[in-house]
């Protein structure tokens, strides 16, 4: 029977992850990001919920409330903060920029468990600060000023994800990891609904929706049941850095199918800023 590593669910993680804003980007660019979120987490529910069902059953009130607060502010806010952000800037600004969160989760949840900074969040904390600004100073607009409005976007994604990395970690103490993800899905989903027939339908091409709904199956679904593997199978100060050379991935990613050209300032932030995340993930 074939054994694949821990470490190898994790690189896969990452891979899968680095590739979701390379199939969004072009959707993104000419439809209603709502509306591609809904058909993201809709396919997403649909696998993961009849998956997670008897954990749901047993799960408590503090998976549900956290839970659902952390899905409304994160696949519901974030990700159309995201698709936004990407409609307006690179891939290899995007990425790295939104993957940057532990600087914000970090503060959050030494605040939250009382516990001193060590030495590593410390120097993770530098690394992350400096790697986004070089790749958020890469990334300048067109009409002058110091930082694009897609760089800026995607910090505040980041802030949300890290604030959201707290609530899920907290959640987690009244249920499984996935049943969590069917919950963060199906609550995305029952939201982003709503906001759609507001507005009236989808307005999604076949093939847009296509690729929406193949990022659930990819990012959503797959890649975080390799990450959830992988934690439970390995040591995570070992996949918690895996996991997080997303933006590495989404760069190559990038550069290879769409094209998108960087030089060595943005380079050199990508690899800080997945370094100082690698080091603050497994702090």
Known sequence: MLTIPPEVMALANAALTGLTPVILKGPTSRRD?????????????????????????????????????????????????YL??????????????????????APIYLLVSGVSP?????????????????????????????????????????????????LFKLALSGGGALALAALRASVATALLAAIVLLRGSLGLSPADAAAASGVGLLGDSLAMGLMFLALDLGDPYIIVPLTATTPIFASVFAGGLLREKFGARRVAGILLTTLGGATLGSA
Do not use: C, E, H, M
């Open 84 to 105: 936004k952000a990407l409609s307006l800037t690179d891939v290899t600004v995007v990425s790295p920029l939104t993957n940057a969160y532990p600087l914000f989760s």
């Open 33 to 81: 990001p709502a509306a591609l979120n809904l058909v993201r987490f809709a396919t997403a529910t649909l696998v993961l919920v009849p998956l997670a069902w008897s954990d749901l059953r047993k799960a408590d009130t503090r998976l549900f409330v956290l839970g659902t607060v952390a899905a409304i502010l994160g696949p519901g806010l974030a990700w159309y903060i």
């Open 118 to 166: 060590s030495p590593q969040i410390v120097a993770g904390t530098i690394a992350v600060v400096l790697g986004v600004g070089l790749v958020a100073g890469s990334d300048r607009p067109r009409g002058g000023g110091r930082i694009s409005l897609g760089a800026v976007l995607s910090i505040a994604v980041a802030a949300i994800w890290g604030l959201n990395t707290v």
